[in-house]
């Protein structure tokens, strides 16, 4: 084990991708526990993976996403959360948290959210009279609500890892915690827009808001689809994602008419690109957590957890502050594939509910789209806004406190999570 862990901090101190130090991490310790004769292990593990019928939803949702990023989405939702909210005093940044809302349900990402909706509303909002670094922040950090709001890649991989809950029981609960996050988002926006004044965006009326309305009925048909037929039992996780993407295809050629040949084959490339970078953090995930199951890690680290404290919430919250720290050096993904083999297990064994435990795992680590020095969706936004990672950064701690304060109330309050899923069952 010690083997394991030094090569794992060292790869990790120098730079080397994270998939690699995980795979390399993992031949470690497999070399520590068995020598030579279970180096035919790592091969295996490797390929059972990714050979999970579910894995296949992850290529399908990204295209989905694509291919709506393509076909102008974007810009109808924006329109019909404009006409909404345009009256209200800081619009645009309210319409920024809605319209994450709205495209998480289409996504499932973080950082499509940040790049499809911040390059036409961060210039808006600067052109209105924000600053730069407000833009970049309350884009990246409503943009988070990508992962929590199904359907979630993020969700799709943990119940690809760690077999304990199902991706059906992790979409539904996801539900109520993204629209908290959406409610706690939007209060803090409007706290700021009251304290520094934010501009209003102009006078509308209900007549625009439905007009606004009409023309993204059928892409607000998507999620419907997928959450849908899922829900109802009708689907299989894949067969939804499969059907959506379809769907969306038919979408942009046929009723909106903004897709060209040109657009799927960008789509399928970037589709192409990014399931590469997720099957591979897969494929190597196991390697480790086949070592994390064999050396006992989880069971020392469950008891020594229940050694700090005994009292549930200390516990939980322990483990809190350790995701966040965790989240501050590696992205959500990696780090998911990291450390859920290790904590999952102890975790139950401590007596928490796996799915409840599970959805506060994924919220604690999705805070590592925003954490510093690492948070790629902050950093993605500060580089459309034309502004310094600091200054964003400064920015984003309002909003960073209400993330935190949704991640407290879904880790004291089970009942919160596991409400909907119960009522499914």
Known sequence: MTSAISVFIVLLL???????????????????????????????RMFSGVGSYLLMAIPYFIFTAELMNRAGLTERLIAFNNALLGRIRGALSHVNVAVSLFFSGLTGAAITDTVALGKILIPAMKREGYTAEYAAAVTACSSIIGPIIPPSIVMVVYASILHNVSVLQLFAAGILPGLLMTAALLVTSGILAWLYKFPRHGNTNLRAAARAFVPTIPALLVPIIILGGILAGLTTVTEASAFAAVYTIALGVFAYRTLKPRDLWEALVATVQFSGVVFFLLAASTVLGWFVTRSGIAREAASMIASISKDPIVQIMLVNALLIAIGMVIDVLPALVVVAPVLVPAMVQLGFDPLHFAIVMILTLNLANITPPVGMTLMTATQIAGVSYERAIKASVPFYVCHLVVIIIVSLWPGFVLWLPNLLK
């Open 14 to 44: 120098i730079g080397t991708p994270i998939a690699v130090v995980m795979v390399m991490s993992g031949l470690a310790g497999a070399m520590e526990l068995g020598g030579t004769r279970f180096l035919g292990i790592i091969a295996e």
